[in-house]
């Protein structure tokens, strides 16, 4: 089956450096997607990942080792709206995505 | 904003009844798929749709069933609610099946089963 494992809380301050993990078992693998949910938001794409390696978009970097099945969510220079759930997700052959049960990260000041 | 776009917004029924739920996808895209999200989960996947056939299916029963038009838009529609079909329902389009690099997804329908 399809699984992946994520912590489902992070907290960070203000200007700090979080790290989401997030371990997958597949088959038919093709890449790792991250999103963003605000509470009451629709999930929105932050990040993707089909080669080992690391993805930098601004303040959110992403990094993807398939021969782990690892991939992390980097935010950096946190700020107070950051404060929401993220999901991994994976993309597999069958054209579907398998999401993880997301983590939460509060940003305190 | 992403384009996509949901409706209701939200809608209460009770348990046996049906209901149909409608999405737009973003302009230019031929991808639609559906997922069902309860509270404090990841969204569950249903299906996809790819020029209007379905392609691809999540572990969800038969009494899920979907379609898409010409336009690209798409219909959920649930027979029989039960209880635990009370989740957000959200759609999301994206240019190419299979290869779902980017997802867009709508504000989603809650939806309340009593």
Known sequence: GQSLEQPSEVTAVEGAIVQINCTYQTSGFYGLSWYQQHDGGAPTFLSYNALDGLEETGRFSSFLSRSDSYGYLLLQELQMKDSASYFCANNTNAGKSTFGDGTTLTVKP | ?114
Do not use: M
């Open chain 2, 1 to 114: 904003e992403t384009g996509v776009t949901q409706s209701p917004t939200h809608l209460i029924k009770t348990r046996g009844q049906q209901v149909t739920l409608r999405c737009s996808s973003q302009s230019g895209h031929n991808t639609v798929s559906w997922y069902q999200q309860a509270l404090g989960q990841g969204p569950q996947f249903i299906f996809q749709y790819y020029r209007e056939e379905e392609n691809g299916r999540g572990n969800f029963p038969p009494r899920f069933s979907g379609l898409q038009f010409p336009n690209y838009s798409s219909e959920l529609n649930v027979n029989a609610l039960e209880l635990d079909d009370s989740a957000l329902y959200l759609c999301a389009s994206s240019r190419l099946a299979g290869d779902q690099e980017t997802q867009y997804f709508g504000p989603g329908t809650r939806l309340l089963v009593l």
